[in-house]
């Protein structure tokens, strides 16, 4: 079995964790007690709150539009599985089933087994990779605002 959905996931927590690392990097500037006092006198200061609330909307539209996409490839991606589960199923059956002898339908029944667990593992290892791949999909317009952000605010 593949590797490549755990390298998914883990890709995906990392990139998670460094979201919100760079949001709190960005929350603590933006509040910043000193940019209070100076309050939206600053033409700077009223330019970041437009900013920040444009980009908000905008990473919320580029995310759920991401994450719809993601979902109905994985919907297709189910349906498709099922069909071929269903026709391995099936000709697996019709091959026991025209067995001539009982140890050679026992021996296509154990074929048949471990056909369905083989099958069944290459399958949940596929989904997985296509959920990791949708929720990355889904992270990156807000992970890389948030990135962005900080970076930009860092040299202030």
């Not at 883990?10 to 990097?25: I, V």
């Not at 109905?72 to 189910?78: D, S, V, Y």
Request: hydrophobic share 40%; charged share 20%.
């Amino acid at each position: 079995m593949s590797a490549e959905p755990f390298r998914l996931w883990t890709t995906f927590l990392w990139k998670t964790g460094e979201m919100m690392l760079a949001s709190g990097q960005v929350i603590g500037y933006r509040t910043n007690p000193n940019l209070a006092v100076r309050g939206l006198s600053s033409s700077r200061n009223r330019r970041e709150l437009a900013l920040m609330g444009s980009e908000k909307v905008a990473a919320a539209t580029e995310s759920s539009q991401a994450m719809a996409t993601s979902w109905m490839r994985l919907n297709q991606e189910l349906g498709a599985m099922a069909v071929r589960q269903m026709f391995a199923g099936c000709t697996a059956m019709m091959s026991i089933a025209a067995s001539r002898t009982p140890q050679q339908a026992a021996d296509r029944q154990s074929r048949f087994a471990q056909d369905t667990l083989n099958r069944s593992a290459v399958a949940a290892a596929q989904l997985s990779g296509s959920a990791a791949r949708g929720a990355q999909r889904t992270l990156k317009p807000i992970h890389s605002r948030a990135t962005g952000n900080a970076r930009r605010l860092a040299k202030r």
